[in-house]
């Protein structure tokens, strides 16, 4: 079962690569209603942070920047 796992992640995370080519260095999408153009993954990353900020505004606040990782670490 934890090969399966492994696997679709790997499937995943080749699927949003390919979808989002940031090596091309242009993508675009819409965000409430408006067509953005997005360079780099740190654009998108903020881009997609306040669109969840706007959608989620009365969601519980969580200040602690190890959760904020691909893998957690034992103390996230």
């Not at 953005?36 to 606040?61: A, H």
């Not at 200040?63 to 670490?73: A, C, F, G, Q, S």
Request: hydrophobic residues 35%; negative net charge.
């Amino acid at each position: 079962m934890l090969h399966r796992l492994t696997e679709a992640g790997r499937i995943l995370d080749e699927a949003i690569a390919q979808a989002l080519s940031w090596s091309q260095g242009q993508n675009s999408c819409w965000i409430m209603t408006e067509p953005v153009e997005i360079q780099r993954v740190r654009t998108f990353q903020s881009k997609l942070s306040d669109l969840c900020d706007r959608i989620y505004d009365r969601s519980m606040i969580l200040d602690n920047e190890l959760i904020n990782r691909r893998e957690l670490t034992s103390q996230g």
